[in-house]
């Protein structure tokens, strides 16, 4: 049961910014469609900049522009050109409508039997899409960020692609290991509240003016559950991390990034007080100071080998 709990709470596991967010500036950078990796890839640069891209993966069913301004012009502000892009199934990327909606508690019920579940893609196929993306644009490494399951991704992309890896930025996320809290009953009462009629569709009108695809989210949740644990991967890592996680995390509980970093030898943990499942407003400007200076480290250190 708390498989299954967990599985419906991911609907809702995205990054979520504050009632002040804004698309106004990300929307003003065309967006560009890459072929790549037997896809479409809709992407947007934004700034120029002689030092390393910074590459953004986002969460489930979450399009380019969830990032939001303020995020995105900390970044830029600091120096660095910034990669945002739709994972497939999302925005402007290759949609898998036609592949149709997976029952989900069919799918979790065949995943605790151990029988695997059904999925048009994988985590691994949207790794290798970033890794395409960033040879498309002639893009050797990169700083990457990966929220909530974009976290999932770039630690794939930490593991099977180092070399491209300049460093990894994992917020919100976890590696899946099954000892780990799920979500809390309090997030349970948020999915009873916003799971039928017509609040469902005044959370699917709300999620999509900011960037959401909700219908991708369930085939997006069965990469994930085909996944599974990433533990031992995960410690493989040996590219500098820093794992970011907020104390108020009601969906991705925070003991799932102290778990994250405890098994990264190159980590550093960061939990904000005032942070869930989102990087709210008052935790922004601290979470920028902590991610740009994260890159500064890791550049000085490739520049010393």
Do not use: C
Request: proline share 5%; glycine share 8%; aromatic share 6%.
């Amino acid at each position: 049961m708390r498989m299954i709990l967990f599985g419906l709470l991911l609907v809702l596991i995205t990054p979520v910014t504050s009632a002040e967010f804004s698309r106004t500036y990300i929307d003003q950078h065309p967006l560009q469609v890459a072929n790549v990796n037997g896809v479409d890839i809709g992407y947007r640069l934004i700034g120029e900049s002689v030092k390393p891209k910074v590459v953004i993966i986002m969460g489930l069913g979450a399009s380019n522009v969830v990032s939001g301004d303020n995020l995105v012009r900390g970044i830029e502000q600091a120096g660095y050109q910034l990669v945002l892009f739709d994972n497939r199934d999302t925005g402007a990327s290759t949609r898998f409508d036609d592949w149709g909606q997976p029952l989900v508690w069919w799918q979790l019920l065949k995943l605790k039997l151990g029988l695997g579940v059904s999925a048009p893609y994988t985590l691994g196929d949207m790794t290798a899409d970033t890794v395409a993306l960033m040879d498309w644009l002639n893009i050797k490494d990169a700083h990457i960020i990966g929220f909530s399951m974009g976290g999932m991704i770039a630690q794939k992309m930490a593991v099977d692609h180092p070399e491209r890896t300049k460093s990894l930025t994992l917020v919100m996320t976890t590696t899946g290991a099954k000892h780990l809290p799920p979500p809390t009953e309090e997030a349970a009462k948020l999915l009873a509240n916003l799971a039928s009629g017509e609040a469902a569709q005044e959370r699917a009108t709300a999620f999509r003016e900011r960037g959401f695809y909700t219908e991708s989210m369930p085939r997006q949740m069965m990469a994930i559950f085909k996944d599974g644990d990433r533990s031992a991967a995960v410690r493989t890592i040996m590219n500098d991390t820093l794992v970011v996680h907020g104390q108020d995390d009601i969906l991705i509980p925070p003991a799932h990034g102290v778990y994250t970093a405890e098994i990264i030898e190159n980590s550093e943990l960061v939990i904000f007080p005032g942070m869930g499942h989102n990087v709210p407003d008052l935790v922004l400007p601290e979470f920028l100071t902590r991610v740009i200076g994260h890159f500064s480290v890791a550049e000085m250190a490739s520049g010393s080998r």
